[in-house]
């Protein structure tokens, strides 16, 4: 294994979960720019901290939005991303 590789555990697992997520507004309309795109981010931000996700890259594009995140596989990425989708739709 790598040395530069860093595992993390919990009271169960040790491990080292990546995940790249993309995800982009219906019908790919270049809407995430200015202060919407720097809102999503503040929004992602806190959700991951909310679950103790961190988030290693997060790049917003005007039409699509690339997240690299480490999570524990128990909690699991689908309930983060829909974390996520629930506070978009409250706060927006």
């Excluded at 294994?1 to 979960?17: E, F, G, H, R, T």
């Excluded at 795109?37 to 699509?64: C, F, G, N, S, T």
Aim: aromatic share 6%; hydrophobic share 45%.
């Amino acid at each position: 294994m790598p040395k530069d590789i860093q595992l993390k555990a919990n009271n169960n697992i040790v491990y080292s979960c990546k995940y790249h997520v993309v995800w982009c507004p219906k019908y790919r309309r270049k809407v995430l720019v200015n202060e919407v795109a720097d809102r999503l981010k503040q929004l992602v931000e806190q959700k991951a901290l909310d679950v103790r996700a961190e988030i290693i890259e997060m790049e917003v594009m005007p039409d699509h939005v690339h997240l690299l995140v480490d999570i524990d596989p128990q909690f699991g990425i689908h309930k983060l991303i829909k974390l996520i989708n629930l506070e978009k739709a409250v706060e927006l």
